[in-house]
């Protein structure tokens, strides 16, 4: 796991030849053409550790049933039946649980949005007392562990005969999905060009119509990365929802954690592996078309904050 | 909505009296439009997450629903004092005779195996990822032509939901698997007591350390090529390079990505409970404190669960404050090294 090109270099510094500037130079091509080879060797380990165990899953969903466990990089009798069970509604709920996914995830993401955008404007544009607190709030929320609000929610849920409803998973995503929100959309406000806004202001606008005509289409990417990130953290979240939903209102991560084969007491490799395919695959396309945007987001709070 | 404008730096020399006022009425009206703006979102924390804490906290001293010993009767509720912490700190379960220690095989038991366990897998896991992110983001912060390939390959592992990743590692590591049949072993990954701890170490591993390395990649961009170049100059080699400048430069940054790994990894639940059911060794191998907070629910032992899912908060709390105490020192200190470095420019 070394990352050093090597101990030659030292020495190739010191030319012993006439045309010290010409050999320098060819010392530098030497080790400018050794270093990117092993950089190639180095990044090619690193894109199959990454891509090798989802491979095996993709592929795994192709297999037979009886021949799962065969260790061929492609299946020897492929077969389309494993994405055929995993929508069959006699035994997964898979179908349903997408749509439950996809509509919580985007109800939780616009409500996060609505709410967060104007106090990531607060935090990003406005000197206020107390600012220094609030955005130590908004950290320390999105840093909360989850099992310590499941109990008092799976209590008062109970209370409410909320148990299994849509409400009892889309509150406490939003909850989730809000610190997040505030707090990365702070670090893209913060280097938008502001002086935009001023000059409208002096044209005549009020500042909200300043915010909405000027600053809020420039902010329209920022916005939208948030929101995947929104979305993905809803799509993603296991803990609350293998406690708080039931059959009717599970989401995928729960139905592929309870998965269920044709068989009683076997355990469904290849439809699980195909479910998995089918869960991720939307992610994986999302992730990869908006990808620079994507990294800017996640990092975005890491660095600057 | 007001005036968004920030007040104007006050002139000592030009402000009158009015002057002063307007500027006192301005910032006043700024704060208001701060608040206004924020208030929905301070609404939102409260109802949502306030509320329920404080009310967590409260049902921890109460007593769940049990069999009185004395009537035979079902009793709810009422004041217990410290009785639900002492469960699950001593390992006390009330017995009609009063209190004793709980039984093996009861959660209460289990509670510092998974303390134990917790502070592994987050040890562990989040040293591996460091190092391994911290390599990957070397390479990918290079130029070379598959660049772009790299980067999106990284983000595969991280789009892929923890529970698909667990229901994948749960058939990688299956008894007829791949990883037995490669490495010609007949391990039970699921049973044993450390191989089933190291199949959620390598399968965290996998999943998270992409984001680490993207974390740390930020941070290394944000190093001057020209603070190289200057090195390379003086005749620096690639490993002096390495620790007298990425590493000092790089150390907000990780500490950074660090802290956040950290507390991510104290609050696992999704890879052990889909992997190992948090089981393995004797049963209780691979619980965490998150699952333990789950099982006790599933027990109808909700009051109890909240003292557990409050003491898990504490030390979510506790660790997080530690961090930022002791590498907060350091980050200072990581200060006066790179000016170090500057003076080797």
């Given at each position: 796991m070394t990352t050093v090109a090597g101990p030659t270099t030292a020495a190739a510094e010191r030319p012993v030849f006439d045309d010290r500037a010409a050999s320098r130079v060819r010392a530098r091509r030497r080790r400018a053409a050794g270093s990117s080879v092993r950089t190639g060797i180095q990044a090619a380990l690193i894109v199959i550790w990454c891509l090798l165990p989802a491979y095996w899953m993709l592929i795994t969903g192709f297999r037979r049933s009886d021949t799962v466990?065969?260790?061929?990089?492609?299946?020897?009798?492929?077969?389309?039946d494993n994405f055929i069970q995993a929508f069959n509604p006699a035994r997964n709920q898979l179908g349903r649980a997408l749509l439950n996914s996809f509509g919580i995830g985007v109800l939780v993401t616009v409500i996060a949005l609505v709410v967060g955008v104007s106090a990531a404007y607060a935090i990003a544009r406005l000197n206020f007392p107390g600012k220094g607190l609030i955005m130590g709030a908004v950290l320390g929320a999105s840093m909360f562990p989850g099992v310590a609000l499941l109990t008092p929610l799976f209590s008062l849920f109970t209370q409410l005969n909320w148990q299994g409803s849509y409400q009892s998973l889309i509150i406490p995503y939003i909850a989730g999905a809000l610190p997040l929100t505030v707090w990365t959309l702070n670090s893209f406000f913060r280097?938008?060009?502001?002086e935009l806004e001023e000059a409208a202001r002096i044209d005549g606008c009020t500042a909200a119509q300043a915010f909405r005509i000027v600053i809020l289409p420039l902010a329209a990417p920022a916005v939208f990365t948030t929101a995947i990130l929104a979305f993905i953290g809803s799509w993603n979240e296991y803990l609350l929802a293998s406690v708080l939903s039931n059959t009717q209102t599970q989401t995928v991560t729960v139905a592929i954690g309870n998965f269920v084969g044709s068989q009683p007491r076997e355990i469904p490799y290849a439809t699980t592996m195909a479910a998995g395919s089918v869960v991720t695959i939307p992610l994986i396309i999302l992730v990869l078309i908006f990808q620079r945007r994507i990294v800017a987001g996640l990092t975005a709070g890491g660095v600057k904050g | 909505m007001t005036t968004a404008t920030p007040p104007a730096p006050p002139r000592p020399k030009d402000v009158t009296e009015a002057g002063r006022a307007s500027l006192e009425a301005n910032r006043r009206r700024i704060t208001r439009t701060s608040y206004a703006l924020l208030a929905p979102t301070i609404v939102v924390m409260a109802v949502i997450v306030g509320y329920p804490i404080v009310l967590s906290v409260i049902n921890s001293f109460q007593a769940d629903a049990r069999l009185d010993p004395a009537t035979g009767f079902f009793v709810t509720g009422g004041f217990t004092g410290l009785t639900n912490y002492a469960h699950w700190l001593l390992q006390q379960c009330s017995t009609p005779a009063g209190t004793a220690a709980c039984a093996?095989?009861?959660?209460?038991?289990s509670f510092w195996t998974a303390t134990f366990n917790t502070f592994f897998f987050t040890v562990i896991t989040v040293a591996l990822e460091t190092v391994i992110g911290l390599w990957m983001a070397i390479i990918m912060n290079r130029n070379f032509r598959f660049r772009g390939l790299l980067r999106a390959a990284v983000l595969v592992p991280w789009a892929i939901p923890t529970a698909v990743t667990a229901k994948l590692f749960l058939f990688i590591f299956a008894t007829a698997g791949i990883i037995n049949a490669l490495l010609g072993i007949e391990v039970i990954w699921g049973a044993d007591l450390w191989a089933s701890r190291f199949a959620i170490i390598i399968a965290d591993t996998w999943k998270t350390t992409p984001f680490m390395a993207l974390l740390i990649l930020a941070g290394l961009q944000l190093i001057p090529e020209d603070t190289y170049e200057a090195a390379r100059m003086d005749g620096a080699t690639t490993v002096q390079q390495f620790f007298r400048i990425t590493l000092p430069l790089l150390r907000p940054a990780l500490v950074v990505a660090v802290l956040f790994r950290t507390l991510d990894a104290l609050r696992m639940y999704d890879l052990p409970a889909i992997?190992?059911?948090?089981?393995?060794g004797r049963g209780d191998?691979?619980?965490?404190l998150s699952i333990l907070v789950v099982r006790e629910i599933q027990n109808t032992a909700v009051n109890s669960a909240a003292a557990l899912s409050t003491i898990t908060f504490l030390i979510v709390f506790g660790v997080a404050f530690l961090f930022i105490r002791v590498l907060g020192a350091n980050l200072t200190g990581g200060e006066k090294k790179s000016k170090k470095v500057a003076g080797v420019r």
């Open positions: 466990y065969e260790t061929t990089l492609l299946p020897t009798t492929p077969t389309f280097e938008m060009p502001w | 093996q095989g009861n959660l209460g038991a992997l190992t059911g948090g089981g393995g191998a691979t619980t965490t």
